[in-house]
């Protein structure tokens, strides 16, 4: 049973950082395509961030330079590290997996990965 849990999201001002956390079990972590997505409210879903089994990168064009996504397989968690946080990126983030997208190709189908989170709520201030 492949399980999700996001966790570290919250109320920052704009200009702040959050960490967002994903714990994964159920499944080999280390060979999935990892991704964070975020839908905010009466907005289609979004890819953000992605990672690939072998550590490729790719991020959505609105959150580079600011956002990092890594992985600890040791742990089977997977991290989004927000930075110069915008009153825009307030949305409900999601983790997710899937078993054989590249990175590129996760954040081009937003509602295509695997396996999902219950999400974790992002609120920035201006």
């Known amino acids: 049973q492949v399980q999700l849990v996001e966790s570290g999201g919250g109320s920052v001002q704009a200009g702040g950082s959050l960490k967002l956390s994903c714990a994964a079990s159920g499944y080999t972590y280390s060979r999935y395509c990892m991704g964070w997505f975020r839908q905010a409210p009466g907005k289609e879903r979004e890819g953000v961030a992605a990672?690939?089994?072998?550590?490729?990168?790719s991020y959505a064009d609105s959150v580079k330079g600011r956002f990092t996504i890594s992985n600890d397989n040791a742990k089977n968690t997977l991290y989004l590290q927000m930075n110069s946080l915008k009153p825009e990126d307030t949305a409900m983030y999601y983790c997710?997996?899937?078993?054989?997208?590249?990175?590129?190709?996760?954040?081009?189908?937003?509602?295509?990965?695997?396996?999902w989170g219950e999400g974790t709520v992002v609120t920035i201030s201006s």
């Open positions: 997710a997996a899937d078993t054989h997208m590249t990175a590129i190709q996760a954040l081009g189908v937003p509602y295509g990965m695997d396996y």
């Open positions: 990672i690939d089994s072998d550590g490729s990168t």
